[in-house]
């Protein structure tokens, strides 16, 4: 069992000498030190093959002492090579010392190959000799910790632990021997663990240390898979030295045994490697301790491009993708500031906590981006947590997802956050993760702001067409102004003959159908800058509600008991009047337009608390039918689009858009609440702070008006 063990050790030995090669060769620059190291790692791989094959064979272990005298000149060299910045041998053994070891170490290893033909010394002699080795090799170690720069300690420790650990084992393991005149079993079973336990110490240092030119640069792919087969594989050993040891115990009950414990073993195997976690804790730990940086931005930015590439989803859906899959973020929320609201326009597994994630917007999301910060919200509440901004009034929901509010602005243009849960693909969030989250919300922002440009460009491609048709309204119109005229130029002379008269009624009613077809296309589509002034949106509403109540089913006013008795001057506002009248008037018509003769529309206004100052924040005006409804894929897609119409050549698509353009001017926003076959629900939200300031200033235009 022990020699079992002692292979295996060897085995392991020998792919650690390997694999640390194979990494050596991925770097670009060459030292002297890296050629060594080389060295070192073919004849690692050597002395680990001659020691597996001496204990399988039980052959003499003149040819291991060979093997292990070059092993530790390679070593000696390397440690003299680290004290001094030249990159030749030569002048690296500068001292006569040095050179005077160096030959030492040689003569010791041409003696140890004449064991194997014609023995000359005695294993007393050579035990002896190999003592002085291991006692060259501890000081040589010695002298390179002591006399590196403080400031290089770092770099040059696990070199120097990984050395003295392996140097002083065969200290050990020869002074033993010396003393009982035989080399005992176990220490020399041992020296293949001893080497393992050497050889990622000194790749350690070999990434640490800069001017050896040998910092690790390797796919993070490879290492990964690498190491994962690397566990499986020596999870494998473990396995199969368990069970052959079960074997040994009896031959009654060892197969059982045996068959039970490999399937277990399987099935813990498998748990493990199909293990999300597990998996991303590998990738944690190699980036930790194999490179410099813990992304590899070159295949990062190549999946962000690929991502912003994808044609199946929308631009906020990529956009959300290409933040969240460098940081492997459960949760994740993509909020695109809409006038004065944050609109949730991509969602990654938020379903369950909108609620939350709305107040979390509506308390940092400005704030985010005024300041350009990326807050971490469980550390808001801590006094250590430094934040440009004022923490102490947030009242924050204490149930939620989310770690962290990373801003997506972009000098002109888009602006909005993504709220994002803890990142699966790192412990903690560092100075790096920062950096990567700024460059991708930096990428992303342009991302928007070019949709949202396309998409501002052919809306104005759009109202080209729509004065390009306007020119020929225009025409007809002129066309019926000289029907009139002539008629009334004529009337002087032809007044008091019938036929006259009889052709003139039919001039008028041809102009009128003609009239009629033109106010049918105009109606509503009008938007003229008049003077601002201040009215009572009591009574324009009520107003609106008696134009449109000819119409069935007539519009149901109503004002609560409690609004009656607010400050009157609350419901006074600065602005178009006609303009906010006739938007009104158009949305009750929508709303009777949607909804059968026998249906009912409800029109109320009403002051709205804010949960935050418990004062009145929005003046809400509520236009609510039982008609057919809209789907919320059309809300958000077509409702506000100009020019989209549902109602073929009746309309051209302009009301509610115009309506939402004079809402948000005011400050407000406007909500949409509506289920197919269910009726809607539309609320326009106009900010009472922005009333006040309208009503106690001199009039002012739309653009000087405050906003909350």
Not at 453 to 466: I, V
Not at 581 to 601: E, R, V, Y
Request: aromatic fraction near 10%; glycine fraction near 6%; include cysteine.
């Amino acid at each position: 069992m022990n020699i079992l063990v002692g292979q295996l050790g060897f085995i392991v030995a020998g792919c650690g000498f390997i694999f640390l090669a194979l990494l050596l060769l991925t770097t670009k620059k060459y030292s002297l030190q890296k050629k060594l190291l080389y060295s070192i790692c073919a004849i690692g791989a050597v002395w680990s093959v001659v020691s597996y094959f001496q204990l399988t064979t039980k052959s003499s272990i003149a040819s291991v002492l060979v093997a292990e005298s070059l092993l530790n000149l390679c070593l000696f060299l390397l440690l003299s090579a680290s004290l001094s910045n030249q990159q030749r041998l030569i002048s690296a053994l500068a001292s006569p010392l040095q050179k005077g070891l160096v030959l030492t170490f040689i003569i010791i290893a041409g003696l140890a190959a004449t064991r194997l033909f014609t023995p000359i010394l005695s294993l007393k002699t050579f035990l002896i000799l190999f003592l002085t080795q291991a006692i060259i090799g501890l000081w040589a170690t010695e002298q390179l910790f002591r006399r590196t720069h403080r400031s290089e300690t770092w770099a040059i420790k696990p070199l120097c632990l990984g050395l003295g650990v392996f140097f002083a084992y065969h200290f050990a393991l020869y002074s033993d021997a010396l003393l009982t005149n035989s080399i005992e079993r176990g220490f020399w079973l041992g020296r293949g663990w001893v080497a393992v336990l050497a050889i990622p110490l000194i790749l350690l240092t070999a990434r640490r240390v800069t001017n050896w030119g040998s910092r690790v640069y390797v796919s993070r792919e490879v290492i990964y898979h690498s190491t994962l087969l690397l566990a499986a594989g020596g999870y494998l050993l473990v396995m199969a030295v368990a069970g052959y040891y079960l074997k040994l115990q009896g031959e009654t009950w060892g197969t059982l045994a045996q068959g039970l414990f490999f399937a277990l073993s399987g099935v813990v195997f498998a748990s493990l490697f199909l293990s999300e976690s597990f998996r991303n804790n590998i990738k944690v730990f190699i980036t930790k301790h194999f490179f410099a940086n813990k992304y590899e931005y070159r295949v990062e930015w190549m999946k962000v491009a690929e991502v912003l590439d994808n044609q199946d989803h929308t631009p906020y859906d990529n956009a959300l993708t290409a933040m969240v899959s460098p940081f492997g973020c459960e949760k994740a929320l993509l909020a695109i500031k809409d006038g004065n609201k944050f609109k949730i326009k991509a969602h990654y597994q938020t379903e369950d906590v909108a609620e939350e994630s709305q107040q979390i917007l509506e308390q940092l999301a400005n704030h985010a981006i005024d300041y350009q910060w990326i807050i971490d919200i469980p550390l808001l509440n801590h006094s250590s947590e430094k934040t440009p901004f004022e923490t102490q009034t947030l009242t924050l929901p204490t149930e939620h997802p989310f770690y962290y509010v990373v801003p997506l602005t972009c000098a002109t243009g888009v602006k909005g956050v993504y709220l994002l849960s803890r990142p699966t693909s790192t412990d903690k969030l560092n100075w790096e993760d920062r950096d990567l989250m700024r460059a991708i919300s930096m990428q992303l922002s342009v991302y928007l702001n070019v949709y949202h440009t396309n998409q501002k460009l052919a809306e104005s491609r759009q109202f080209d067409t729509f004065n390009r048709m306007s020119a020929f309204l225009v025409h007809d119109l002129k066309n019926v102004v000289a029907q009139l005229q002539l008629i009334n130029k004529n009337a002087i002379k032809h007044k008091q003959n019938p036929e006259f008269i009889d052709d003139a009624f039919e001039t008028v009613d041809s102009a009128a159908n003609r009239l009629n077809k033109v106010l049918d296309q105009l109606n509503n589509k009008r938007v003229d800058s008049q003077q601002q002034q201040h009215f009572d949106v009591i009574a324009t509403l009520a107003s609106a509600c008696e134009r449109r109540s000819v119409f069935l089913p007539k519009p149901e006013l109503k004002l609560p008991q409690a609004d009656r008795n607010t400050d009157k001057s609350l419901f006074k506002i600065s602005a178009d009047q006609e303009r906010f009248s006739n938007i009104l008037g158009h949305l009750i018509q929508n709303a009777q337009d949607a909804t059968p003769n026998d249906g009912k529309i409800g029109v109320s206004v009403t002051a709205q608390m804010s949960h935050s100052t418990n004062q009145n924040q929005y003046l809400v005006i509520s236009i609510k039918d039982t008609g057919s409804g809209m789907s919320q894929e059309f809300i958000e897609n077509r409702l506000f689009k100009p020019f989209d119409t549902t109602k073929g050549n009746a309309g051209m698509g302009i009301g509610a858009y115009d309506a939402k353009q004079l809402v948000e001017e005011l400050g407000g926003f406007i909500e949409v609440h509506s289920e197919l076959g269910k009726g809607s629900d539309f609320q326009l939200f106009l900010p009472q702070i922005a009333l006040r300031q309208q009503t106690e200033k001199a009039p002012q235009t739309i653009s000087e008006n405050s906003t909350v």
